[in-house]
């Protein structure tokens, strides 16, 4: 089971963080091609669909996550425990920022006017917790 949980856990990471490259570093740089009209067709159609799949990884990374951690629970407080409530606390982070984009209401349209800061951020913390899963996974 331990081995399932941890294959959902990565393949839901890989996916979200997946998904977030392909939109910073490929669909917004390439929309700029279309006219506008064009554009927020497009940019409606992907966002509409990325927004189930962001929700459903991050419902899936918590479940697992907190399936994973009762594996360890009985590891002392130390440098393990310091480096995972620090990657917890991104993950948060990245998963409020992806709600704020993703959930639609307006009182986020003023954080949806700056999209591609608000992802770039979020970006670079799905990466830092990567770092920081692969120095734990080695510890």
């Known amino acids: 089971m331990a081995t399932f949980v941890q294959w959902v856990h990565v393949s839901s990471a890989v996916v979200g963080v997946g998904g977030m490259a392909f939109l910073l570093f490929i669909l917004y740089p390439s929309v700029g ?6 554009r927020g067709a497009l940019l409606r159609a992907v966002l509409g669909r990325f927004r189930w799949v962001t929700w459903s990884v991050i419902i899936l990374l918590v479940a ?5 951690v009762k594996l360890v629970w009985l590891v002392p407080w130390g440098p393990y425990w310091t480096f995972l409530t620090i990657k917890i606390v991104l993950a948060f982070l990245v998963f409020a920022i992806v709600l704020f984009l993703t959930i639609p209401l307006g009182i986020f349209e003023r954080f949806r006017q ?3 800061m608000w992802l770039s951020i979020a970006f670079g913390l799905a990466m830092t917790v990567i770092l920081i899963s692969a120095y734990l996974r080695r510890g």
Request: net charge positive; charged share 35%; glycine share 8%.
């Open 114 to 116: 700056r999209r591609s």
């Open 33 to 38: 091609v279309l006219k506008d009209e064009q």
């Open 64 to 68: 697992s996550g907190l399936y994973n």
